[in-house]
Every structure is written in structure tokens, then in C-alpha cells.
């Protein structure tokens, strides 16, 4: 199946330029039994590629037709039968238009009467046409749509819009060389041949249909959907933008994703398939952009489902790590300090107001280090080592720093001390500068103490390698099963990207677990 959809692709886009991917996307569209919407500035070439996608097709019927203010139903779904008439019947005589058509294009759609596309709403959605007193069945397996615009809003139309389950933007040529091309050479038309065997018959739509169901959506393709979802919803909360997606969408888009897998000759959906979201969600020109930065974000970041609780395995190793810490080493705070004559001492600067001059003043002075978790009060030392009276220092657990209490007045009466009221708290504490932590294994430690510590990390270690390995293993299958007609090679190397870097973020913890033996080893 998957060979056949390439070769019709090929035919397909022959001497269009860029154009790959649209068409790719267009045909699983058709395939998949959904409705397209091809959205982009005059002159990209939307009508042919219409055209040609229905010389894919073994059909009876393809209508097509140019929508303008002007239109009138008859033109789209047959006159008037004169003969009726005569019996007081209004029917139409609709062979060989729409009601009767198994393809169909309609380009420049929302330019269209309100009558022609509410009766457009009711043959795509229904598979049926009123007409007169009699319903007709309606053969239309797909509906192409164009135009140079989304439609406008608060016209009604919204409904009609969501049966578009694939919009594509058919951008300008960007490529130099694509440009080139273009220049020299003659107009492209949608004459092409295919070949009778590749033709598909759409009568064996409805049989491949009931196959795709049976398509198994795999939980990886889940959590992502679910995760796109996630981010459209914080985004409309946040007012980055305005995304309504319907729950039929969200629907039919999971079953393009199994069809998806269906004609790449999968049973099961995976992780690439879910990048065709991109042309499902967006609404307008205003959000498409920010559908695909969501849609490939969520791919680039998901990876494989894998069967451990990573949170789990952190917080244990955390723990582990603490309890190594505290059981098997004495650990050591190393400040910055400065020497004064022969000892080491905290600096601290503050300003404060002196009341006697009234002005903002600075003072330096030294706390020596030995009063780390003093329960005393104690007065600093100035840079020739004098203690200063007019000032008070306590240490402060809670805070693991000094509370620091000036009394201007005493520094102009240095014999003595005001009252303990006097005394001013200054903010924010001195908190001595960390420079690192010494860490010194302890003696004659226990073994059993050892042997469970490398036994709980040897078991974690167990946990990220197993799901290492199964994470390499699922990428090798999904490097093969990644092949497929619908998506860009560039934007299949997204999923990749996600899937390699979960596979580093398990061993950079597995090397954090071998860190952790190296500290129980005492190495």
C-alpha cells in the first residue's frame, strides 16, 4: 500500500515545485474519506492540485466549479427540471453536478450565497441532498475547497468550516532554484497520466475504511494529542490566542492518524503521524502558526512512553544521596574569610544613621569565624582589632547568619553602653559567604552500611538501564517504521530529536548513580 501512495505522489507532483507535501497530505485525505481546505494567495497553483488529485481516482463523476457573489444554486446543483414544473415539483436535474458527483472542487468557496453553502453543509456532513420532496443519496467521497481567505466570522459558517478537517497552506515558491525553474519552463497543467492499476477505485475506500479502524492508536500518540491539547488550552487561558477545536475534530483527526499508519503499511500508530496535526488544528491565518509551533514542540518533547516513574527514581536518588551524605561523611562549611593578625574572620559592612551628626554612615568590622552558631551576644572588631562597643552581633540559626545591632550614640561614648532598648536590628542579616563544602569520609564505618547503599543503588541503576535499553530499542523500530509518503523527512527528525534526548536524560542519571557509588566506594 505504502509503495502504491508513493508512485501516485510522484505522478502527482511531477514539475510542481514544493508542492510535495500538499499533495502527499491531500490524497491521505481523500483516502481517509476527509474533506480538504486548500488555503493560500492567488497563483500557488491550488486549482491544478485539485485537478490532479482526481486523476488518482477511478471515478464516474468530478465536479468543479469557480464560486462567485453571483452564483446560484442552479449552477452547482443542477437547473430546474422543466417537465416537474408542469407537475407543480420543484426538483433539479442534478446529474453531473455536486449531488451527484463522487469528487468534487470548489474553488474560491466562501465567496458562495448563504442558500448554495448551507446546502453544502447538509451534503458533506449528511451524504444527502433534498431535493424537491425526494432525498437523494450524495456519492461524495471528498470535497476539495480553495481560497485566498479563511472565512469571515460571524457569518454562519463555522459549521461548515469544521467539516474541513485538513486546511493546508500552499505557500509561494521560496527556493531559488524552485523559482528558477518556474521561469524556464512552460505552463504546468493538470494533464497528467496514471497508470489503470495504480488508479484507485473508491469503491474499496469503504473496505480499506473498516481497515483503519482496526489501526490501534498507540499510547505514545495518545499522550502527545493530549499534551497538544494541554497547550492550546493553557494558551487560551493565558489570551496568547483564541483556538476552538471541536471534539468531532479531534476525532476525525485521530482516525487521519490511523489511516495515516493504514496506507504506510503499519497496524499502529507512532510518534511521526501525529505531525500531520499541524494541517488539523489552526483556524486562521493568525493561529496557523502557532498550531505548528505547538504541534512540533509537543513532538520534539515527548520521546517513548517509558515504564519507570522518573520523578521516583530523582526523589530516591536524591534521598540516597542525602543519607550517604550524612551517614558516611562529616561535611564541612568553608567561608570566605580574611586574616586578622593570625586568626579568620567574616567582613560585614553596613550602613546606618548616626544621630549624632544626623548623616547616613558606612561601617566595615570582622566577626570572627569561631562565632558561627554562638548562643551569645558579642561585640565586632574593627580593622586593627579593637572591639567596637556601639555594636552587637548574635547569630541567627534560623537564618544561618548574624543579626547585626548598632547603637549610634555609643560610638560618641565609648565607656559605656545604652540600654538594651536602645539597640536598633538592621536588615537584611550578614550571612557569611559560602565558598564550598568539605567533605571528610568518616571512620570505621559499618559494611552492612555499604553493602545497602551500593544494593539501593545498584537497584536504581538496574531500573534507567532496562528502560535505556528499551528506549534504544523502540527508537531502532521506529527508525524503520518511520517511513512515510505524508510527512517531511526534515520534520520526521523532530521526533527523533525527542527520543534521543530522552535517551540522554536517562544516562546522564545513570552516571549520577556510578557518582553515587564512587561516594560510598570512598573514591
Not at 446560484?72 to 451527484?100: A, C, I, N, Q
Not at 551569645?376 to 545591632?405: A, H, M, Q, T
Request: hydrophobic share 35%; proline share 3%.
Amino acid at each position: 500500500m505504502k509503495e502504491r501512495v508513493y508512485k501516485l505522489i510522484e505522478i502527482l507532483d511531477k514539475d510542481l515545485i514544493e508542492r510535495k507535501e500538499v499533495i502527499a497530505v491531500s490524497l491521505l485525505g481523500i483516502l481517509s474519506g476527509q474533506n480538504i481546505f486548500l488555503y493560500g494567495p492567488p497563483g500557488t497553483a491550488k486549482s491544478l492540485i485539485a485537478r490532479r488529485l482526481s486523476k488518482a481516482f477511478e471515478t464516474k463523476s468530478f465536479f468543479e466549479y469557480l464560486m462567485q457573489k453571483f452564483s446560484t444554486p442552479e449552477e452547482v446543483f443542477g437547473p430546474v427540471s422543466v417537465l416537474e414544473m408542469k407537475h407543480d415539483k420543484f426538483v433539479r436535474k442534478t446529474k453531473g453536478y455536486l449531488p451527484s458527483a463522487e469528487l468534487a472542487f470548489l474553488d474560491e468557496i466562501w465567496k458562495a450565497s448563504p442558500a448554495i453553502l448551507n446546502a453544502l453543509l447538509t451534503i458533506i456532513n449528511e451524504k444527502i441532498y433534498k431535493n424537491g420532496d425526494k432525498i437523494e443519496k450524495v456519492p461524495l467521497q471528498s470535497l476539495i475547497a480553495a481560497s485566498n481567505e479563511t472565512p469571515p466570522r460571524n457569518e454562519g459558517l463555522e459549521a461548515l468550516y469544521d467539516r474541513f478537517l485538513i486546511r493546508l497552506y500552499v505557500h509561494p515558491i521560496k527556493e531559488k532554484s524552485g523559482f528558477d525553474f518556474v521561469l524556464t519552463h512552460n505552463e504546468i497543467t493538470a494533464d497528467i497520466e496514471v497508470d489503470k492499476e495504480l488508479k484507485i477505485k473508491l469503491r474499496d475506500l469503504s473496505v480499506w475504511h473498516k481497515e483503519i479502524e482496526k489501526v490501534k492508536l498507540s499510547e505514545d500518540t495518545i499522550n502527545i494529542i493530549k499534551d497538544m491539547k494541554s497547550r492550546i488550552e493553557e494558551g487560551n487561558r493565558n489570551g496568547e490566542f483564541e483556538i476552538y477545536i471541536s471534539d468531532r475534530r479531534w476525532q476525525q483527526a485521530a482516525f487521519l492518524l490511523k489511516a495515516a499508519a493504514f496506507f504506510s503499511d503499519r497496524e499502529e500508530t507512532n510518534i511521526v503521524d501525529t505531525l500531520l496535526l499541524r494541517h488539523c488544528l489552526w483556524n486562521n491565518e493568525y493561529d496557523r502558526d502557532d498550531i505548528v509551533k505547538i504541534v512540533e514542540e509537543s513532538v520534539r518533547d515527548s520521546g517513548f512512553d517509558v515504564d519507570i516513574n522518573l520523578k521516583e527514581i530523582d526523589l530516591k536518588k536524591e534521598r540516597l544521596e542525602h543519607d550517604i551524605e550524612k551517614e558516611m561523611y562529616n561535611v564541612k562549611k568553608v567561608y570566605k574569610t580574611i586574616k586578622l593578625g593570625k586568626r579568620d574572620y567574616i567582613e560585614c559592612s553596613r550602613e546606618y544613621e548616626d544621630e549624632y551628626t544626623w548623616s547616613v554612615e558606612k561601617v566595615t568590622f570582622y566577626i570572627p569565624i569561631g562565632k558561627m552558631r554562638s548562643k551569645e551576644e558579642f561585640n565586632p572588631l574593627d580593622r586593627s582589632g579593637n572591639k567596637i562597643n556601639w555594636i552587637k552581633c548574635k547569630y541567627n540559626p534560623k537564618e544561618k547568619g548574624f543579626v547585626i545591632k548598632i547603637n549610634s550614640e555609643g560610638k560618641h561614648d565609648s565607656f559605656y553602653l545604652k540600654n538594651e532598648a536602645s539597640f536598633k536590628e538592621s536588615a537584611p542579616i550578614c550571612k557569611p559567604e559560602i565558598l564550598y563544602e568539605q567533605r571528610n569520609r568518616k571512620e570505621n564505618l559499618n559494611p552492612r552500611l555499604i553493602e545497602a547503599f551500593l544494593a539501593d543503588i545498584g537497584e536504581l541503576k538496574r531500573k534507567i538501564k532496562n528502560s535505556i535499553d528499551s528506549l534504544k530499542e523502540k527508537k531502532n523500530k521506529f527508525l524503520k517504521d518511520s517511513d512515510t509518503p505524508f510527512i517531511p523527512r526534515d520534520k520526521i527528525e523532530l521526533a527523533v530529536e525527542g527520543i534521543e534526548e530522552q535517551i540522554k536524560d536517562l544516562e546522564i542519571r545513570y552516571r549520577d548513580c556510578e557518582r553515587l557509588e564512587d561516594l560510598v566506594n570512598g573514591r
